[in-house]
């Protein structure tokens, strides 16, 4: 699609097109931003939001941090215009595009999300090489929850029943609600998402669907897009699509794993040496993983919510143990060719900021390489077997990450003053709300 403003505005006469979405993501991986009318797009007409917008809660509040100025000024949205498309599910014909948020210096916005990913890439192409990402996001498809106190529901599926889980790689119940499979397979398509695998996983109408490996920025993006996809076409359809890490008590959680490896200026594959043995750079790249993860757990994990999932016995992990085909350690080598070598971290739920989880595993991976760290020996057997050594709660994360003396150099240090100001607030929140918990057991015995 050419970008040149004389052709856009033709392109869009010719469609119809009213307005273009002007799209970034928030801190929790949330679309903002404006609505511009299309024609006012095409001639680059400059387009401004305040600067905290990208930090704000879930609770729809604000933080009073002094890391966000009083003035509370503004920012520039610049599109990137490799990501503008048509947006599948508009009943009047629409496009929409991701933008970068950028102060009026011209610098990136260090509080944007997308900024963070940009800045960690950028150290990746001052050492010559490049990563290479692909997620498996797992979700569920609910019945339409209008009630917060009530729990989450399947769907009634075309059989009529709703379905009681425990059915992984079922073609049965993947094929159970195919009208929305249907809408959604083509909306994914419209907006250049390249899916492979799509299975069914084991909780009730629980799935999961692996995006292509490829640029991290550009499959970051995707995965934003491919959540907001999910909500919208759900949405059509009586249904909900939940990406919670753990929407279900006593159902399996969602994850969101990330497959990495790291290619140099020849495009060759760093973990793998000439007699396709593993190199030192692989074993650094773990030792990074290995080093920094649990400063950075609450980036992976950023809710309450989130630390429901990491249950043993689950294939969540408890640790950043690693093995060779292992889905019991938090860090698993797939089985592959050499030229295919590559590390699997399975910390992220799949409620995690796509852009964050990429940031924070790649710059751990970096540092890890640069430092020449070294990693535990990889285990044999049962991961359940070791130390939970992963923070257990949402305050113990928060904590560890407050008092890191790693994460600012790995994640900016003005971004994690402002997250950790974010997630604060986030749990002030939670704790003002009782529980069912609280009043079906302390209610009639305190």
């Known amino acids: 699609m050419s970008t040149h403003p004389t052709d856009l505005a033709q392109r869009f006469r010719a469609e119809g097109v009213r307005d273009v979405e002007c799209l970034f993501p928030d801190v929790s991986g949330y679309p903002r931003g404006k609505l511009m009318p299309a024609v006012s797009f095409a001639k680059g007409q400059e387009l401004r939001i305040a600067q905290a917008i990208p930090m704000q809660c879930v609770t729809g509040e604000y933080s009073y941090d002094p890391i966000f100025p009083d003035a509370d000024p503004d920012v520039r949205l610049v599109p990137d215009m490799a990501t503008l498309k048509p947006v599948p599910w508009a009943s009047v014909p629409r496009y929409m595009a991701i933008h970068d948020c950028v102060e009026m210096n011209g610098t990136l916005c260090?509080?944007?999300?997308?900024?963070?990913?940009?800045?960690?890439?950028?150290?990746?192409?001052?050492?010559?090489?490049?990563?290479?990402?692909?997620?498996?996001?797992?979700?569920?498809?609910?019945?339409?929850?209008?009630?917060?106190?009530?729990?989450?529901?399947?769907?009634?599926?075309?059989?009529?029943?709703?379905?009681?889980?425990?059915?992984?790689?079922?073609?049965?119940?993947?094929?159970?609600?195919a009208p929305f499979w249907d809408e959604f397979h083509a909306a994914i398509d419209a907006l250049g998402i390249r899916a492979d695998t799509w299975i069914h996983e084991v909780g009730p109408t629980q799935y999961e669907i692996n995006l292509l490996h490829g640029d991290a920025l550009a499959v970051a993006d995707q995965a934003f897009l491919f959540k907001m996809a999910a909500k919208e076409v759900a949405l059509k359809h009586g249904l909900n699509a939940v990406f919670m890490a753990k929407p279900l008590s006593g159902e399996a959680g969602s994850s969101m794993h990330l497959h990495q490896s790291i290619v140099d200026g020849q495009g060759r594959n760093i973990f793998s040496a000439a007699d396709s043995s593993a190199t030192p750079e692989f074993s650094h790249y773990l030792g990074g993983l290995q080093a920094y993860g649990p400063d950075l757990m609450l980036v992976y994990a950023p809710f309450v919510n989130s630390y429901r999932r990491y249950v043993t016995g689950s294939q969540a992990p408890i640790n950043l143990d690693w093995g060779h085909d292992n889905r019991?350690?938090?860090?698993?080598?797939?089985?592959?060719?050499?030229?295919?070598?590559?590390?699997?971290?399975?910390?992220?739920?799949?409620?995690?900021?796509?852009?964050?989880?990429?940031?924070?595993?790649?710059?751990?991976?970096?540092?890890?390489?640069?430092?020449?760290?070294?990693?535990?020996?990889?285990?044999?057997?049962?991961?359940?077997?070791?130390?939970?050594?992963?923070?257990?709660?949402?305050?113990?994360?928060?904590?560890?990450?407050?008092?890191?003396?790693?994460?600012?150099?790995?994640?900016?240090?003005?971004?994690?003053?402002?997250?950790?100001?974010?997630?604060?607030?986030?749990?002030?929140?939670?704790?003002?709300?009782?529980?069912?918990?609280?009043?079906?057991?302390?209610?009639?015995?305190?």
């Not at 001052?126 to 498809?141: D, K, N, R, S």
Request: no cysteine.
């Open 328 to 446: 019991t350690t938090g860090l698993r080598i797939p089985l592959s060719g050499p030229e295919a070598r590559r590390v699997e971290n399975r910390i992220a739920g799949a409620d995690a900021n796509p852009y964050l989880a990429i940031a924070a595993s790649l710059a751990a991976g970096l540092a890890g390489l640069q430092e020449q760290l070294t990693p535990s020996a990889p285990i044999e057997g049962n991961g359940y077997d070791h130390a939970h050594t992963l923070a257990r709660s949402f305050l113990m994360a928060h904590d560890r990450l407050a008092a890191s003396p790693h994460a600012a150099r790995l994640l900016g240090a003005d971004f994690v003053r402002a997250y950790l100001a974010v997630k604060q607030l986030e749990h002030d929140s939670y704790l003002r709300e009782i529980s069912a918990w609280e009043r079906r057991f302390l209610l009639p015995q305190v």
């Open 110 to 177: 260090a509080f944007a999300p997308r900024s963070v990913l940009k800045t960690v890439l950028a150290r990746y192409a001052q050492a010559g090489l490049t990563p290479v990402v692909a997620p498996e996001i797992e979700f569920y498809l609910t019945a339409a929850n209008t009630d917060p106190a009530e729990a989450l529901r399947a769907p009634v599926g075309r059989g009529g029943r709703a379905e009681v889980g425990q059915s992984a790689f079922s073609m049965n119940m993947l094929n159970e609600l």
